[in-house]
């Protein structure tokens, strides 16, 4: 029973320092129709806005991003190696399945490369068969391989079923998952610049349109600053989007999945939710200067100066967060660590100690405090060993020079004293002398 109570201890404990980890709050109240949302500053690694970012969703064609990281991992050279399209590897597709056009093309080879193209533009359910049937040595062993990755980048909710994301009660993900996926998608060589690509054409296929409308300027839901990724779309699923984003240097990455959609509206409120959230973040949020090299956290006592000085001590460098524009100064907490005192001489950008800065649960992290001035040292080396060695303090000095002056007097007395005893015996013995 002991072992039983505390291991539910530790798991309690463990549960509780996760939750306890509570991220800033951007205070995002924007209205979405997507029933799971996840969107991420990534310039700042920080969680923006969630919504059921956790709960169980359909991808959908989303799934093809895990596709080609398992694709582009396992091929060595996506432009030179080609791969022959076989009829039964692409057989059973629904008639209305989106394609590359592959079933046109049996028997010849096509690159890893354009078959790429044909997986994310068009989102080929057939490329993403072809491709998997050739990496995976058939399509069971590439989805296996699609699960060790998703385990491997920390995906703890997440179990694909097929490389192409067509209805599958076992083929499942979370929006946050989704972003771990999509981040490491990201830092593949050429990934981006496929999935940004609205317009491509492999040599003997028609021209290939890419469904993220996002990216297309002669499309209402055009955003200038989309960076891919990815769409998707199932009855079961609704309408799902990957998309990052990069305003001077300024990155997110959202997720949307399961926003509702019928052909009689035809609205896509993925994309609409997608705008919406990347403006009330360009808008809102930034980085902001919490303290700067001109702010003042702490006063230092200087010594060998005459008439003595106190030095401020102020950040080496700007002290910043990225928070909301009108974010609360009084959430700022700082934990400051400097001497009362310092010896001059102290140069410019002298370190005179260190603060540590939070603002509500965000740590920011240790930063130096430095001194803003030169001050040089303006008392005699002899005064200041002594001082130094002896820590003389004012009264004590005064004492000794007190007990000089005594000892002096009574030296002096002694030596009156001395002096008129032996004119006493002087005189004595000259008078017993003449008697």
């Known amino acids: 029973m002991k072992r039983i109570a505390a291991t539910v201890l530790f798991v309690m404990i463990v549960c509780l320092s996760v939750f306890s980890a509570s991220a800033v709050d951007y205070m995002c109240n924007e209205e979405t129709v997507s029933q799971a949302v996840y969107l991420e500053n990534l310039s700042a690694d920080a969680v923006i806005y969630e919504k059921a970012a956790d709960q169980r969703s359909y991808p959908a064609s989303t799934t093809k991003i895990m596709t080609y990281i398992i694709t582009a991992e396992n091929v060595a050279d996506l432009d030179q190696t080609a791969v022959t399209i076989r009829q039964e590897v692409i057989d059973g597709l629904d008639p209305e399945s989106t394609v590359m056009g592959l079933s046109s093309h049996v028997g010849e080879q096509v690159s890893v490369r354009d078959l790429l193209y044909g997986l994310m533009l068009p989102s080929g359910n057939d490329a993403a068969l072809v491709l ?48 771990l996926i999509a981040k490491h998608a990201m830092t593949i060589p050429g990934f981006m610049d496929v999935c940004n690509t609205v317009y491509y054409t492999p040599d003997g296929f028609d021209t290939l349109h890419n469904t993220n409308y996002m990216l297309d300027e002669d499309e209402d839901y055009y955003y200038p600053y989309t960076r891919g990724i990815k769409t998707g779309y199932l009855d079961e699923a609704g309408k799902c989007l990957v998309t990052s984003s990069d305003k001077d240097g300024d990155q997110y990455l959202c997720i949307c999945f399961g926003a509702a959609y019928s052909y009689e509206e035809n609205v896509n409120y993925a994309m609409k939710d997608t705008a919406r959230l990347y403006n009330w973040a360009y808008e809102n949020l930034g980085v902001q200067t919490l303290y700067s090299p001109s702010d003042s956290l702490a006063s230092v006592d200087v010594k060998y100066v005459r008439n003595g000085k106190t030095l401020s001590a102020v950040p080496e460098k700007d002290i910043t967060a990225f928070l909301p524009n009108q974010y609360d100064r ?35 992290g240790e930063f130096n405090l430095v001194s803003p001035e030169d001050v040089v040292r303006d008392v005699s080396p002899v005064w200041a060993f002594v001082s130094e060695h002896f820590v003389l303090s004012v009264s004590l000095s005064a004492a000794l020079l007190l007990i000089i002056l005594l000892v002096i007097i009574l030296i002096v007395v002694h030596v009156v004293r001395k002096r008129r005893r032996m004119n006493q015996r002087y005189s004595a013995n000259n008078g017993r002398r003449y008697r």
């Open 132 to 179: 998997a049937d050739y990496v995976g040595d058939g399509i069971p062993g590439f989805v296996s391989k699609m699960n060790a990755k998703a385990a491997e980048l920390g995906c703890v909710n997440t179990h694909f079923a097929n490389p192409h994301g067509l209805y599958d009660p076992e083929h499942y993900t979370t929006a946050r998952d989704m972003a």
């Open 330 to 364: 009084s959430l700022i907490q700082t934990e400051i660590n400097c001497p009362e005192q310092v010896k001059a001489p102290v140069a410019r950008g002298d370190v005179l100690g260190t603060v540590k800065v939070r603002y509500d649960d965000l740590d920011l």
